[in-house]
């Protein structure tokens, strides 16, 4: 454990927890894309099955936990009690298009031809693309949010933080996994549009929107 | 190979 990886896990808690809060106190999932919320809650439960294979540490174990259960809590939300707000017309992203590939991809290149092994790659590769449909829905309103566009900086930051944790872990522990990092670095690819417009607009107190 | 060493990640 080092402060990157700790920093980036609570990033990662941080970004579930405000989203949670949003749409619990708001009582309302406006501008929230339900399938990236389905997509993590996949994401999290075919990387979290070891829960009953292998024991790492009470944190890691914990941590699991509480991402698997806010996961389901944020479906839930959307999908049933706060099914009315959903804006299912603007969440029109294709899912199939991201789970198919992943999936083959996840069946060719993995580092071990095991089932667990394969969700756990699937996992990985799912998780850095998973943010796609929310992407595609504010590109298609042209607005969000600042406490959505708080979720997703906390999000991004996250993967940016696990970045370093990979480079601190080549070095000093000779820890190297070319499968975490290159869908890490998509993934931390795919938000650096959205950082821009983060920085420039909304930590300047301006809402996020987009020119039309 | 050893699952356990390679995914102590979260």
């Known amino acids: 454990m080092n402060i990157f990886r700790l920093t980036g896990d609570l990033s990662h808690l941080a ?35 070891d829960l009953f294979t292998s024991f790492i540490s009470l944190y890691n174990t914990c941590m699991k936990l509480i991402y698997i259960g806010c996961a389901y809590a944020t479906v839930y939300l ?32 993995n580092h071990d031809f095991s089932p667990l092994e394969i969700l756990w790659t699937f996992s990985i590769y799912l998780e850095s693309v998973a943010i ?3 992407l595609f829905m504010i590109s298609k309103t042209g607005e969000a949010e600042t406490i ?27 820890f190297f996994d070319m499968i975490a990092i290159v869908a890490g ?28 | 190979f050893d699952p356990v060493m390679w995914h102590d990640e979260l």
């Open chain 1, 15 to 49: 970004a579930i927890i405000i989203l949670l809060l949003k749409i619990w106190k708001s009582r309302s999932c406006a501008g929230i894309s339900g399938k990236s919320q389905i997509l993590f809650a996949l994401v999290f439960t075919t990387r979290y099955l």
């Open chain 1, 78 to 109: 959307i999908y049933a009690k706060f099914r009315a707000t959903y804006d299912g017309n603007h969440d029109s992203f294709r899912v199939e298009f991201l789970v198919v590939p992943v999936g083959g991809l996840s069946v060719l290149i």
């Open chain 1, 185 to 212: 670095v998509v993934q931390t690819v795919l938000y650096c549009d959205f950082f821009y417009l983060y920085v420039t607009k909304v930590l300047k107190g301006k809402k996020l929107s987009l020119p039309a």
């Open chain 1, 132 to 134: 796609l449909p929310q």
């Open chain 1, 148 to 174: 959505t566009t708080h979720y997703l900086f906390c999000l991004g930051l996250y993967r940016a933080l696990y970045l370093f944790n990979w480079i601190w872990r080549f070095y000093f522990e000779g």
